[in-house]
Nanobody
Framework: QVQVAESGGGLVQAGGSLRLSCAASGRAFNHYNYNMGWFRQAPGKEREFVAGMSSGSSYTYYVTSVKGRFTISRDNAKNMVYLQMNSLKPEDTALYYC???????????????WGQGTQVTVSS
């Protein structure tokens, strides 16, 4: 069984930055074999796929609203995925989750159970 754990969220003013981290663990998990990505869900809204990176780091996906502001990266040797978030806006406020995904497409589906997520709150 694979578990994912997100961290790095917090409260930040508009225009600020945060770096989220995701650690995956489990005897059956090999980071080199999975596309990984970040999702977010704001109160009253559907969960959306925000950013993703292919297993070899050669391809990335970003939802239009975060392009140019967010950067996804990964360190497969450490089983870690990161999301650098710059120029944060109040509309970025949400609970952020990471997961493996089969395809880097707008409605990507998670491959593992959800973790607890990490809360990002951006004040105006």
């Amino acid at each position: 069984q694979v578990q994912v754990a997100e961290s790095g969220g917090g409260l930040v003013q508009a225009g600020g930055s945060l770096r989220l981290s995701c650690a995956a663990s489990g005897r059956a998990f090999n980071h080199y074999n999975y596309n990984m990505g970040w999702f977010r869900q704001a109160p009253g809204k559907e969960r959306e796929f925000v950013a993703g990176m292919s297993s070899g780091s050669s391809y990335t996906y970003y939802v239009t609203s975060v392009k140019g502001r967010f950067t996804i990266s990964r360190d497969n040797a450490k089983n870690m995925v990161y999301l650098q978030m710059n120029s944060l806006k109040p509309e970025d406020t949400a609970l952020y989750y990471c997961n493996a995904v089969a395809s880097l497409v707008p409605h990507a589906s998670p491959r593992f159970d959800w973790g607890q997520g990490t809360q990002v709150t951006v004040s105006s």
